[in-house]
């Protein structure tokens, strides 16, 4: 489990016990001491708010006994837990391996110009493929080399050349070479005319374009 989904989970468990609680503190009873140290490391990010003195002090009286630690959701700890739990996973489809995708790695342009094509898809003739919107939503960013991350199947391969395909008939040609010169796919309407549905007709193993970006 990666450390954001172990923090959701650990989120997750103060919602549950806090919502059952008249008082709406998860108790130390409630939690095993790993999953406190966790909350604690929680509290640091202003995600978890910890019972002070007084608050100890009132649920000892409510619980007849004394209560050493307590913890609640802040409201910044809800909306992290809300947008973790709506936030689109990357994971291959039912039926669809794994080993079907390849990764790509797009920079800024060209990722700017693949969330237009995506946000378009109500609008377009030849939408973008299944799942590349999700796909695109749920990318990672390597801050280091400046290159967000997906997980494409061919078909996504495909779509994404004609979405940078879309962008260069409307402006820059820099970012569908790239992706061809990288990635060996490229969008050709001569291809695609005869199956237009495939969202990219795509060629692979050259740009087929002599234009450089």
Same mark, same amino acid.
Request: proline residues 6%.
């Given at each position: 489990?990666?450390?954001?989904?172990?923090?959701?989970?650990?989120?997750?468990?103060?919602?549950?016990?806090?919502?059952?609680?008249?008082?709406?503190?998860?108790?130390?009873?409630?939690?095993?001491?790993?999953?406190?140290?966790?909350?604690?490391?929680?509290?640091?990010?202003?995600?978890?708010?910890?019972?002070?003195?007084?608050? =100890? #002090?009132?649920? $000892?009286?409510? +619980?007849?006994?004394?209560? &050493?630690?307590?913890?609640? /959701?802040? !409201?910044?700890?809800?909306?992290?837990?809300?947008?973790?739990?709506?936030?689109? =996973? #990357?994971?291959? $489809?039912?039926? +669809?391996?794994?080993?079907? &995708?390849?990764?790509?790695? /797009?920079? !800024?342009?060209?990722?700017?110009?693949?969330?237009?094509?995506?946000?378009?898809?109500?609008?377009?003739?030849?939408?973008?493929?299944?799942?590349?919107?999700?796909?695109?939503?749920?990318?990672?960013?390597?801050?280091?080399?400046?290159?967000?991350?997906?997980?494409?199947?061919?078909?996504?391969?495909?779509?994404?050349?004609?979405?940078?395909?879309?962008?260069?008939?409307?402006?820059?040609?820099?970012?569908?070479?790239?992706?061809?010169?990288?990635?060996?796919?490229?969008?050709?309407?001569?291809?695609?005319?005869?199956?237009?549905?495939?969202?990219?007709?795509?060629?692979?193993?050259?740009?087929?374009?002599?234009?450089?970006?």
């Amino acid at each position: 489990m990666r450390n954001w989904e172990r923090a959701l989970s650990v989120l997750e468990a103060l919602r549950e016990r806090g919502q059952a609680a008249e008082h709406g503190w998860t108790l130390d009873t409630e939690l095993l001491l790993p999953h406190q140290q966790q909350v604690n490391a929680l509290e640091n990010q202003g995600l978890v708010e910890l019972a002070g003195r007084e608050d =100890r #002090a009132g649920l $000892s009286a409510l +619980e007849g006994r004394p209560v &050493r630690w307590a913890a609640r /959701l802040t !409201p910044y700890g809800h909306d992290t837990l809300a947008y973790g739990c709506s936030r689109p =996973r #990357a994971e291959p $489809s039912p039926g +669809e391996a794994a080993s079907d &995708r390849q990764l790509v790695e /797009l920079i !800024p342009s060209q990722m700017a110009a693949l969330r237009v094509f995506v946000g378009l898809a109500d609008q377009l003739r030849v939408p973008p493929a299944d799942g590349l919107a999700e796909q695109v939503r749920a990318a990672s960013c390597d801050h280091g080399i400046k290159r967000w991350r997906l997980h494409l199947t061919p078909k996504q391969m495909e779509s994404v050349a004609y979405g940078l395909w879309l962008h260069r008939m409307t402006g820059s040609a820099a970012e569908a070479n790239r992706f061809g010169r990288e990635y060996g796919v490229v969008h050709s309407p001569a291809r695609a005319s005869d199956n237009p549905s495939a969202a990219g007709g795509a060629a692979r193993g050259g740009t087929g374009d002599s234009g450089r970006g």
